[in-house]
C-alpha cells in the first residue's frame, strides 16, 4: 500500500464542526473545503487539490465512500501525472473521505495483492490501470462480489461489466495506432523499416494500436516493420525504451521511423545519439521533448530528418474512471460532459455525457509546423496533462 489518507470526521462531523463554529461567532468552515482538504492537503502540501466550488458536481453524489487507484506500476511520469490527475478530480467530491494509492511495481502477485487488500478493507471505489490484463480479473472478480464498485481503464482485462467488475473507461486505440501509421508512413516516403515500441507482454493498450498500425501499413508494402511483433515489449520503463533501441540500432544499419506508447525514452535514452544515427520520424504519444528538440535542432538547421506527430499522452484518462467509480458508489448522475483544455487553450469533449469510451485528440505535427515546448517543464513532461505547470514539477517529484 503506497498511500492512505482518512479523513474521521465525515460529513455529519463537519456539519456539527462549522455550526460549533456559528454558536462562538466565527466563520463558519465550508463543507467541501474542511472535507477535501483535509485528505488532499496531505497529499503534497494540497497542490493538487483542485479549487473550491460554489457547486459540487452532480457526479459526485452524497454518500460518504472510500476511492482508491491500484496501479500496475506507479513510477513513470505518465503514471506520476495521471495519479496528480486523480487526486485532483477526487478533491471536487466532499463526499469521498479517504484516498489510497497502491503500486504494482511491474509485479503482477504485487497488483493482484493490492486489489486483494483494498477490498478486504472494504474500499468503497477502485479504480485499476490493468497493466497485467486478464491475470488481475479473478482478484477484480473477487473485489466486486465484496460489493466495492471497481474499474478497470485503459487496458482490458477480459469478463463482463456487471458480472466481473462495475464497468469498463475504454480508449480508442486501434485508431491511434491507424492515425499514427499513416502519419509515418507518409513521413517516411513509402518506405524502410520502423519498429513499434509497446507496453507489458499482452496487453491490450498495444496490441490494439499494433492492430491499427498493421492495417495502415498494407498500403505501404516498402515499410518493413522490424523487431519483436506486434511490439517490442518495454512495459512503458524509459530504461526498456533505451535498451531495445540500442539493440535494434546495433542490428539495423537503418531506423527510420519509430512508433510508440511512452515516449519519453526514445530522445531522453540517447541512443540514436550515441550511436551517430539519424533522428527517425516518431508518432506516440506527447512528450515535450519531442517540440523542444524539434524546435533545437530546427532552429539551427542542424538536424532537419528529425519530424514527430503526437496524439495527447492522455494522463488525464483517469479522471473519468474516477468520476465514474465515485458516481457508481455514491450516488452521483454522469450527466455532463467531460473536457480537456490543451496547451494551446483549445477544449476538447474527450467524453459525453454518461461516456465510457474516450476520444483522443492530436496534438502535434511537426511537418505542418506544429511543435508544442514548455520550457518551464522537463524533457518527461508533457504538454497535455489537465495540470498546472507546477503540479506537473509536483507530481514528476513521485511518491504519490
Not at 503534497?44 to 454518500?63: D, L, N, V
Not at 491500484?70 to 505518465?78: C, R, Y
Not at 509485479?107 to 493490492?114: C, E, L, P, Y
Not at 490484463?133 to 487496458?155: C, E, H, K, M, V
Request: charged share 20%; net charge neutral.
Amino acid at each position: 500500500m503506497k498511500n492512505t489518507v482518512t479523513l474521521n470526521i465525515g460529513l455529519k462531523g463537519a456539519a456539527r464542526f462549522s455550526a460549533a463554529f456559528l454558536l462562538f461567532g466565527l466563520a463558519p468552515i465550508s463543507l467541501g473545503t474542511a472535507q477535501a482538504a483535509q485528505w488532499c492537503q496531505s497529499i503534497s502540501g494540497g497542490i493538487f487539490c483542485a479549487p473550491k466550488q460554489e457547486k459540487t458536481p452532480s457526479w459526485c453524489g452524497t454518500k460518504e465512500i472510500s476511492l482508491a487507484l491500484a496501479d500496475g506500476t506507479a513510477q513513470n511520469p505518465w503514471r506520476q501525472l495521471a495519479t496528480a490527475a486523480a487526486i485532483n478530480e477526487a478533491s471536487q467530491c466532499p463526499n469521498v473521505i479517504s484516498w489510497s494509492h497502491t503500486d504494482g511495481q511491474g509485479n503482477t502477485q504485487k497488483a493482484i495483492s493490492d486489489i486483494t487488500s483494498l477490498a478486504a478493507r472494504g474500499t468503497n471505489a477502485i479504480v485499476v490501470f490493468p497493466d497485467a490484463g486478464p491475470a488481475l480479473l479473478p482478484a477484480i472478480r473477487d473485489a466486486f462480489n465484496q460489493g466495492s464498485t471497481i474499474i478497470p481503464y485503459r487496458a482490458k482485462v477480459g469478463g463482463t461489466e456487471g458480472k466481473d467488475y462495475s464497468m469498463f473507461v475504454g480508449f480508442d486505440l486501434k485508431q491511434e495506432g491507424l492515425d499514427w501509421g499513416n502519419w509515418l508512413a507518409k513521413a517516411m516516403g513509402g518506405k524502410g523499416k520502423l519498429v513499434y515500441l509497446g507496453g507489458p507482454a499482452g496487453t491490450s493498450q498495444s496490441i490494439e494500436r499494433g492492430q491499427g498500425l498493421t492495417e495502415a501499413l498494407k498500403n505501404y508494402p516498402e515499410i518493413e516493420q522490424i523487431g519483436q511483433l506486434p511490439f517490442e515489449v518495454t512495459n512503458w520503463d524509459a530504461d526498456r525504451v533505451g535498451k531495445a533501441l540500442t539493440a535494434l540500432i546495433a542490428r539495423y544499419p537503418s531506423i527510420d521511423g519509430v512508433m510508440v506508447d511512452s515516449s519519453y525514452g526514445v530522445l531522453t535514452s540517447g541512443a540514436f545519439q550515441r550511436a551517430g544515427r539519424p533522428l527517425p520520424k516518431i508518432a506516440g504519444e506527447d512528450v515535450n521533448s519531442y517540440g523542444c528538440t524539434w524546435n533545437e535542432l530546427h532552429k539551427n538547421n542542424k538536424d532537419e530528418n528529425f519530424q514527430y506527430t503526437s496524439n495527447s499522452a492522455a494522463s488525464w484518462t483517469v479522471r473519468l474512471p474516477i468520476r465514474w467509480a465515485i458516481a457508481t458508489a455514491a450516488g452521483g448522475k454522469m450527466d455532463q460532459p467531460m473536457t480537456i483544455k490543451g496547451p494551446d487553450g483549445t477544449e476538447h469533449e474527450i467524453a459525453g455525457p454518461g461516456g465510457k469510451v474516450i476520444k483522443n485528440f492530436a496534438l502535434d505535427d511537426s511537418l505542418a509546423g506544429k511543435a508544442f515546448c514548455n520550457p518551464k517543464l522537463p524533457d518527461t513532461a508533457s504538454n497535455s496533462t489537465s495540470l498546472s505547470d507546477e503540479q506537473v514539477l509536483a507530481a514528476l517529484k513521485g511518491g504519490l
